[in-house]
């Protein structure tokens, strides 16, 4: 692999606090390495900040490897930058060339208020999970774990459906800011096993509900969110999820 | 001055008898009983969903802004338990000793054996829970092998353990929260212990959004905030991974154990560049598969493919026939770093070996698949094609992970591999109920020191701090509480609160005055280049003294130079960084202090002055057959004192992987 040295425009997203209103700033980087990766070029640009007795630019950011699903940027308007099947801290600048003007964003969706620059907060998220992603069993009352054999195809989905990472690319690529692909995953992730099943009927519904309570629009299946998302969570589940509610729905009715 | 806690009795009945005679809190007591849990990785999720289910009243802190973000998701290869499943001989003696000896003997028998029993409940409840490990056809779990074992007893989901069983305890844990047992704070940071009388009672804690100092009470506090490798500046660990909390506690009385154990992954993608601001690991079940080499001559700069078979040096498989490439890390790193040392590492630093999967797609995977599927006679391309279709599922997401890092392709260019620093086994000390030195302050996870010794085995970090936190903890939190059922909530007006507040505040504003010109970050890469030319993968005396004087230097240099914008009310990402390389530097000293006095070589701890004729670690059992447990005294000082380890089951012996 040829490396290469690049010198970039970055336009950034600067907002002080949730209350500010926001505008862009302008910043040339130069001696970019095309090893890089996205998050260290913003370090590179951070610490040349700093030294200027500039404030450096807020971003989440943790893992650094792909899972944590803390980063979060919009870059040249898209979650997570150009490649797929990708997160913002994986994306590497051979992905760019000398010259380029990059354009960075942080996720827009009314559920996701900024908190400064590039950070919003995706507490929604944790309070869908609440509403009842989980199975209820309390510490210590498990069976043997091979005591229930499940399918292996079937175990093969609830994994791809939990690869989740919960960064919300999937809410700031939809033109109306939905979080069905999220949820979809979830009530995927825990219907398709049999441990799951018991509480199925009552998960579908009221996390469907809090999703609507935090403002997320509805879904009009563009597949935006599939596109986009780094875990290539696939839009089947959100038909599982729109299954499992009209479901859960008529029994109800019942 | 010393006491372990350690049951009286036989090893195999010690959990047993503690847990029917420990002390029980009745479930109208245990509404009243407030304990706060600090970090929501595997051990503190854990510890929090459980405790709130038993009915005590609980408040859970992470700095990260979902409790699903701690770095535990990052796990990759598995989790052991001793199910037997595989019909292959594992036992719960075998784990325990399996583990004993991979931590080179420097780990306490009752703990590990413990931890040994509570692994097979770990993954019922796993299970339970909905984390979806990998099964075979028939529908039941499947396992795979991982080093320093010969039995295949871990449970994985693809390479992606550590996410799965995450998700799996923080949704235990936002279940509490639903049903209001947990109160959950989110980018908070734990900025001191409250003590009062001796006992642990609360935390200082600041708001990151606000910058908001915060006091709360607790009837107890549990640290489950992680391992200290980001000392060294470049790990694998998560950029906000540090050793704040545990410092904290330390200089609030919290004695530190074995500082200087700290466990190199072989398997980490090289260093690229100066610009390098954190490694990535390859998990180490792709050992399994892959074979390592170096060219056979130095300096051999043909590209990997062009090297002919017999020009190949497997250097595992040759020094560690019983092992092979299998071996425990401690040895793994050691062996890799010996090659590139003698000159014959590759890549354009020369500090990587190949990691090859060629022949087990080739060989192992393809010609299974080729017999399942009837193909007479395949020829070398269709087992490759048939052998990368199973290497994918077993391993898919690694591999992809490493193209997007390197740009080169894994199933046709061998991976190049170098050792990192992964893994902290020393920690906060605690005792056999894993309370630290300080009364109602416990510390879980990789945060204590207690089940690894010198050196983890693979896959067992993530059963460690789930059996911390869902099977250990709710009994020996009971043990304590039960005699705290009168006290009140004591208000967070007293003055020990008060003053705790004040000196948090103070070094705030200490750090905020300094107006340095140098970086934050600068001086945390300066550490961790003294940390890892001195007390990283080789040690010796010269060293550490030069390192504890160099030291020295930073730190004063930190305190008169660092450059912090903004202010201490409000968002302040430099500030929070300040704060835990602050700690680092200090934490830095006393781990070459503890390396300097630990005169031998255990496990991933080498002293170049302990070695036998062929390189290998070579322990000291008549002298350091203890647990170094350092006392805060003053800055810059500690005392030692040691925690002597008896082995009535599993007798010391060279380590051999030969």
């Given at each position: 692999?040829?490396?290469?040295?690049?010198?970039?425009?970055l336009?950034?997203?600067?907002?002080?606090?949730a209350?500010?209103?926001?505008?862009?700033?302008?910043y040339p980087?130069?001696?970019?390495?095309?090893?890089?990766?996205?998050?260290?070029?913003i370090?590179?640009?951070?610490?040349?900040?700093?030294?200027?007795?500039?404030?450096p630019?807020?971003?989440?950011h943790?893992?650094?490897?792909?899972?944590?699903?803390?980063?979060?940027?919009?870059?040249?308007?898209?979650?997570?930058?150009?490649?797929?099947?990708?997160?913002?801290c994986?994306?590497?600048?051979?992905?760019?060339?000398?010259g380029?003007?990059?354009?960075?964003?942080?996720?827009?969706?009314?559920?996701?208020?900024?908190?400064?620059?590039?950070?919003?907060?995706?507490?929604?998220?944790?309070?869908?999970?609440?509403?009842?992603?989980?199975?209820?069993?309390?510490?210590?009352?498990?069976?043997d774990?091979n005591?229930?054999?499940?399918?292996?195809?079937?175990?093969?989905?609830?994994?791809a459906?939990?690869?989740?990472?919960?960064?919300?690319?999937?809410?700031a690529?939809?033109?109306?800011?939905?979080?069905?692909?999220?949820?979809?995953?979830?009530?995927?992730?825990?219907a398709?096993?049999?441990?799951?099943?018991?509480?199925?009927?009552?998960?579908?519904?009221?996390?469907?509900?809090?999703?609507?309570?935090?403002?997320?629009?509805?879904?009009?299946?563009?597949?935006?969110?599939?596109a986009?998302?780094?875990?290539?969570?696939s839009i089947?589940?959100?038909?599982?999820?729109?299954?499992?509610?009209?479901?859960?729905?008529?029994?109800?009715?019942? | 001055?010393?006491?372990?806690?350690?049951?009286?009795?036989?090893?195999?009945?010690?959990?047993?008898?503690?847990?029917?005679?420990?002390?029980?809190?009745?479930?109208?007591?245990?509404?009243?009983?407030?304990?706060?849990?600090?970090?929501?990785?595997?051990a503190?999720?854990?510890?929090?969903?459980?405790?709130?289910e038993?009915?005590?009243q609980?408040?859970?802190?992470?700095?990260?802004?979902?409790?699903r973000?701690?770095?535990?998701?990052?796990?990759?290869?598995?989790?052991?338990?001793?199910?037997?499943?595989?019909?292959?001989?594992?036992?719960?003696?075998?784990?325990?000793?399996?583990?004993?000896?991979?931590?080179?003997?420097?780990?306490?028998?009752?703990?590990?054996?413990?931890?040994?029993?509570?692994?097979?409940?770990?993954?019922?409840?796993?299970?339970?829970?909905?984390?979806?490990?990998?099964?075979?056809?028939?529908?039941?779990?499947?396992?795979?092998?991982?080093?320093?074992?010969?039995?295949?007893?871990?449970?994985?989901?693809?390479?992606q353990?550590?996410?799965?069983?995450?998700?799996?305890?923080?949704?235990?844990?936002?279940?509490?929260?639903?049903?209001?047992?947990?109160?959950?704070?989110?980018?908070?940071?734990?900025?001191?212990?409250?003590?009062?009388?001796?006992?642990?009672?609360?935390?200082?804690?600041?708001?990151?959004?606000?910058?908001?100092?915060?006091?709360?009470?607790?009837?107890?506090?549990?640290?489950?905030?992680?391992?200290?490798?980001?000392?060294?500046?470049?790990?694998?660990?998560?950029?906000?991974?540090?050793?704040?909390?545990?410092?904290?506690a330390?200089?609030?009385?919290?004695?530190?154990?074995?500082p200087?154990?700290?466990?190199?992954?072989?398997?980490?993608?090289?260093v690229?560049?100066?610009?390098?601001?954190?490694?990535?690991?390859?998990?180490?079940?792709?050992?399994?598969?892959?074979?390592?080499?170096?060219?056979?001559?130095?300096?051999?700069?043909?590209?990997?493919n062009?090297?002919?078979?017999?020009?190949?040096?497997?250097?595992?498989?040759?020094?560690?026939?019983?092992?092979g490439?299998?071996?425990?890390?401690?040895?793994?790193?050691?062996?890799?770093?010996?090659?590139?040392?003698?000159?014959?590492?590759?890549?354009?630093?020369?500090?990587?070996?190949?990691?090859?999967?060629?022949?087990?797609?080739?060989?192992?995977?393809?010609?299974?698949?080729?017999?399942?599927?009837?193909?007479?006679?395949p020829?070398?391309?269709?087992?490759?094609?048939?052998?990368?279709?199973?290497?994918?599922?077993?391993?898919?997401?690694?591999?992809?992970?490493?193209?997007?890092?390197?740009?080169?392709?894994?199933?046709?260019?061998?991976?190049?591999?170098?050792?990192?620093?992964?893994?902290?086994?020393?920690?906060?000390?605690?005792?056999?109920?894993?309370?630290?030195?300080?009364?109602?302050?416990?510390?879980?996870?990789?945060?204590?020191?207690s089940?690894?010794?010198?050196?983890?085995?693979?896959?067992?970090?993530?059963?460690?701090?789930l059996?911390?936190?869902?099977?250990?903890?709710?009994?020996?939190?009971?043990?304590?509480?039960?005699?705290?059922?009168?006290?009140?909530?004591?208000?967070?007006?007293?003055?020990?609160?008060?003053?705790?507040?004040?000196?948090?505040?103070?070094?705030?504003?200490?750090?905020?005055?300094?107006?340095?010109?140098?970086?934050?970050?600068?001086?945390?890469?300066?550490?961790?280049?003294?940390?890892?030319?001195?007390?990283?993968?080789?040690?010796g005396?010269?060293?550490?003294?030069?390192?504890?004087?160099?030291?020295?230097?930073?730190?004063a240099?930190?305190?008169?130079?660092?450059?912090?914008?903004?202010?201490?009310?409000?968002m302040?990402?430099?500030?929070d960084?300040?704060?835990?390389?602050?700690?680092?530097?200090?934490?830095?000293?006393?781990?070459?202090?503890?390396?300097?006095?630990?005169?031998?070589?255990?496990?991933?701890?080498?002293?170049?002055?302990?070695?036998?004729?062929?390189?290998?670690?070579?322990?000291?059992?008549?002298?350091?057959?203890?647990?170094?447990?350092?006392?805060?005294?003053?800055?810059?000082?500690?005392?030692?004192?040691?925690?002597?380890?008896?082995?009535?089951?599993?007798?010391?012996?060279?380590?051999?992987?030969?």
């Amino acid at each position: 692999m040829q490396h290469y040295i690049m010198n970039l425009t970055l336009k950034v997203w600067r907002q002080r606090n949730a209350s500010d209103a926001g505008h862009f700033e302008t910043y040339p980087v130069e001696g970019i390495s095309s090893e890089m990766s996205f998050l260290e070029m913003i370090d590179v640009l951070n610490e040349k900040l700093l030294k200027e007795g500039k404030e450096p630019i807020a971003f989440d950011h943790d893992c650094r490897e792909g899972i944590c699903g803390m980063c979060s940027m919009y870059i040249n308007g898209r979650p997570h930058g150009p490649w797929h099947n990708n997160t913002t801290c994986q994306l590497h600048m051979r992905a760019y060339q000398d010259g380029d003007t990059i354009v960075i964003e942080p996720w827009r969706a009314n559920s996701f208020p900024v908190i400064k620059d590039l950070m919003v907060d995706r507490g929604a998220f944790d309070r869908i999970i609440q509403a009842g992603g989980f199975i209820s069993v309390n510490t210590g009352s498990a069976v043997d774990a091979n005591a229930i054999p499940v399918e292996k195809e079937k175990a093969d989905y609830a994994f791809a459906a939990a690869a989740c990472i919960g960064c919300g690319a999937c809410v700031a690529a939809c033109k109306n800011s939905s979080a069905m692909l999220f949820v979809a995953a979830k009530v995927s992730h825990l219907a398709l096993l049999p441990q799951g099943h018991p509480e199925k009927k009552k998960r579908a519904l009221s996390m469907v509900a809090q999703m609507d309570k935090e403002g997320f629009g509805a879904c009009t299946n563009t597949g935006a969110c599939e596109a986009v998302c780094p875990k290539g969570i696939s839009i089947e589940n959100i038909a599982r999820l729109n299954r499992e509610y009209m479901m859960a729905g008529l029994a109800e009715n019942e | 001055m010393i006491d372990s806690k350690i049951p009286t009795g036989q090893l195999e009945h010690k959990w047993t008898d503690y847990k029917g005679h420990c002390k029980l809190v009745n479930p109208a007591n245990k509404r009243k009983l407030e304990v706060i849990v600090v970090g929501t990785g595997l051990a503190g999720a854990s510890a929090a969903a459980s405790l709130g289910e038993l009915g005590y009243q609980v408040k859970a802190f992470c700095f990260q802004d979902s409790p699903r973000r701690a770095h535990s998701i990052a796990a990759q290869g598995g989790i052991n338990a001793a199910k037997n499943y595989q019909n292959d001989g594992d036992s719960v003696f075998r784990l325990f000793y399996d583990t004993i000896k991979g931590g080179d003997y420097r780990a306490r028998e009752a703990n590990v054996h413990r931890l040994a029993e509570v692994s097979a409940n770990i993954i019922d409840q796993c299970v339970a829970q909905g984390v979806p490990f990998a099964r075979e056809y028939g529908g039941l779990l499947n396992n795979r092998s991982f080093g320093g074992t010969q039995v295949k007893r871990t449970f994985y989901a693809a390479g992606q353990t550590g996410q799965q069983l995450l998700i799996g305890a923080y949704q235990a844990l936002e279940r509490q929260v639903a049903l209001g047992k947990v109160e959950m704070y989110t980018r908070h940071e734990m900025l001191d212990v409250v003590v009062i009388d001796g006992k642990a009672q609360g935390i200082i804690s600041r708001n990151l959004i606000t910058g908001q100092l915060e006091r709360h009470f607790g009837h107890a506090v549990l640290l489950c905030t992680g391992g200290y490798g980001n000392v060294f500046y470049l790990s694998t660990n998560a950029m906000g991974s540090n050793v704040t909390a545990a410092w904290k506690a330390h200089k609030k009385g919290a004695h530190f154990g074995n500082p200087c154990f700290t466990q190199i992954h072989p398997t980490c993608i090289p260093v690229s560049g100066d610009h390098q601001s954190k490694l990535t690991l390859m998990s180490e079940s792709l050992r399994n598969d892959g074979r390592i080499w170096v060219p056979a001559l130095q300096n051999d700069k043909r590209a990997p493919n062009d090297i002919p078979e017999e020009e190949r040096d497997y250097f595992l498989e040759r020094r560690y026939p019983a092992f092979g490439n299998l071996v425990p890390r401690d040895v793994a790193s050691r062996a890799a770093k010996e090659r590139c040392d003698a000159g014959y590492g590759v890549g354009t630093t020369g500090q990587a070996v190949y990691l090859d999967f060629k022949h087990n797609l080739i060989h192992k995977y393809g010609k299974a698949e080729a017999n399942k599927l009837a193909i007479a006679n395949p020829d070398t391309d269709t087992l490759i094609k048939l052998g990368k279709e199973v290497v994918k599922e077993e391993y898919g997401n690694l591999f992809d992970m490493y193209e997007k890092i390197t740009g080169e392709n894994p199933y046709e260019v061998p991976m190049r591999i170098y050792p990192a620093v992964h893994y902290t086994m020393g920690g906060l000390w605690v005792d056999y109920e894993l309370m630290t030195s300080v009364k109602g302050l416990y510390a879980l996870g990789e945060a204590n020191f207690s089940d690894h010794g010198a050196n983890r085995l693979g896959a067992s970090a993530l059963m460690q701090g789930l059996a911390d936190g869902y099977f250990v903890i709710p009994y020996t939190i009971g043990n304590y509480l039960a005699d705290e059922i009168a006290t009140k909530p004591i208000p967070t007006t007293h003055p020990a609160f008060t003053e705790a507040e004040q000196k948090v505040s103070e070094r705030i504003n200490r750090l905020l005055s300094i107006k340095g010109k140098q970086t934050v970050e600068s001086f945390h890469k300066r550490l961790g280049k003294i940390m890892w030319d001195k007390c990283g993968m080789a040690r010796g005396e010269k060293g550490l003294k030069e390192a504890i004087v160099e030291i020295g230097q930073l730190k004063a240099e930190f305190w008169s130079d660092v450059l912090i914008p903004g202010g201490s009310d409000e968002m302040n990402l430099e500030l929070d960084k300040a704060g835990r390389v602050a700690d680092f530097i200090e934490l830095g000293e006393l781990m070459c202090q503890d390396a300097l006095d630990r005169k031998e070589s255990c496990g991933g701890h080498f002293r170049e002055e302990s070695q036998t004729e062929e390189g290998e670690a070579k322990r000291n059992d008549e002298h350091y057959s203890y647990v170094a447990v350092w006392e805060y005294m003053e800055e810059s000082k500690w005392q030692l004192h040691k925690e002597a380890l008896h082995f009535e089951v599993a007798k010391p012996t060279q380590r051999s992987y030969k």
